[in-house]
């Protein structure tokens, strides 16, 4: 159980162009997600806290209108990436807690690779 | 001063050795504690989890705490060339998003 899905896995974009990332919960009913940033040979960064049917809460120093999320539903979270800079290029990766697991833990999608030329 | 300090490593060991990765956190008020292991290129996978102080064991793996030194702890026991990866301690500070430390580097010499 507890299984958290990412698409896509690696995508390469253009200069100027937005990208969407996917994240599902495929057994559970996640209420809260999150999404991370991590940069080469760095730790993860906590980019912002997602919660069903409201607004994402934002970390210091990350963009809400670069970045936009969107948790429209119990398994479904988005991060789009707006006109996408090649400093953004990073491994992004989102979690999810809820449901029945526990809620201290997090579980981790797979992480989308993002490539900006 | 970061909120979670982990050494970078690489920390070497031979196989079938005790590997000790160790990881410092500021905040005397988080509550929830984690140790993941992300091998190059993934996602973190969760090893343990530690609430309580004390010792917890999961098979090889022991995860240590000690809130009053702010202190966690990873012991691999029989460490295996499978186990090379860095291993991230994870600080939940009461906002249930995780705080990571750099992470520690782990090779198993076989």
């Known amino acids: 159980g507890a299984v958290v899905s990412q698409h896509p896995s690696w995508v390469i974009c253009k200069s100027g162009t937005s990208v969407k990332i996917e994240c599902r919960s495929l057994?559970?009913?996640?209420?809260?997600m999150f999404w991370y940033r991590q940069f080469p040979k760095q730790s993860l960064m906590l980019m912002a806290t997602?919660?069903?049917?409201?607004?994402?809460?934002?970390e210091q120093g990350v963009e809400k209108d670069k970045f936009l999320i969107n948790h429209a539903s119990l398994t479904l979270s988005t991060l789009t990436v707006t006109s996408a800079h090649p400093e953004d290029s990073s491994f992004y990766i989102c979690?999810?807690?809820?449901?029945?697991?526990?809620?201290?833990?997090?579980?981790f999608g797979p992480g989308t690779r993002l490539t900006v030329l | 001063q970061k909120e979670v300090e982990q050494n970078s490593g690489p920390l070497s060991v031979p196989e079938g050795a005790i590997a000790s990765l160790n990881c410092t956190y500021s905040d005397r008020g988080s509550q929830s504690f984690f140790w993941y292991r992300q091998y190059s290129g993934k996602s973190p996978e969760l090893i343990m989890s530690?609430?309580?102080?004390g010792d917890k064991e999961d098979g090889r793996f022991t995860a240590q705490l000690n809130k009053a030194s702010q202190y966690v702890s990873l012991l691999i026991r029989d460490s295996q060339p499978s186990d090379s990866a860095t291993y991230l301690c994870a600080v939940d500070t009461g906002r249930r998003a995780l705080t990571f430390g750099s992470g520690t580097r782990l090779q198993v010499q076989p």
């Open positions: 979690s999810a807690i809820g449901g029945g697991q526990s809620t201290d833990t997090q579980y």
């Open positions: 057994d559970f009913q996640a209420t809260t």
């Open positions: 530690i609430y309580s102080n």
């Open positions: 997602s919660n069903e049917g409201s607004k994402a809460t934002y």
